[in-house]
Nanobody
Framework: QVQLVESGGGLVQAGGSLRLSCASS????????MGWFRQAPGKEREFVTS????????YYADSVKGRFTISRDKFKNTLYLQMNSLKPEDTAVYYC???????????????WGQGTQVTVSS
């Protein structure tokens, strides 16, 4: 089982941008799916976006569509999340996870990292 380490979070003003990274300790197979999720205080972890590792197909939550972009570097086994036009409601701890098949469901993902805090000030 791989270990994932997220990085790139921080404090940013509304309208700003951040780029998150998720590095894997091992190879991510083409049949796998990787995703970004977030959890705000007092709320459940929610889906943000996922990508099919092999063909690069993506899916986004409506709340981030058009503002966030997920990508991956297959050679580096690293996942990215480019976040633009950030809003205060994007404030949360962001986690990456890996699933053995295509999914947008939290329960299908595992190997969660420690998360990285994103705080957007108004």
């Amino acid at each position: 089982q791989v270990q994932l380490v997220e990085s790139g979070g921080g404090l940013v003003q509304a309208g700003g941008s951040l780029r998150l990274s998720c590095a894997s300790s091992g190879r991510i197979f083409n049949s796998y799916c990787m995703g970004w999720f977030r959890q705000a205080p007092g709320k459940e972890r929610e889906f943000v976006t996922s990508i099919s590792w092999g063909d690069g197909n993506t899916y986004y939550a409506d709340s981030v569509k058009g503002r966030f972009t997920i990508s991956r570097d297959k050679f580096k086994n690293t996942l990215y999340l480019q976040m633009n036009s950030l809003k205060p409601e994007d404030t949360a701890v962001y986690y990456c996870g890996v699933a053995a098949h295509w999914s947008i469901t939290v329960a299908d993902f595992s190997s969660w990292g420690q998360g990285t805090q994103v705080t957007v000030s108004s």
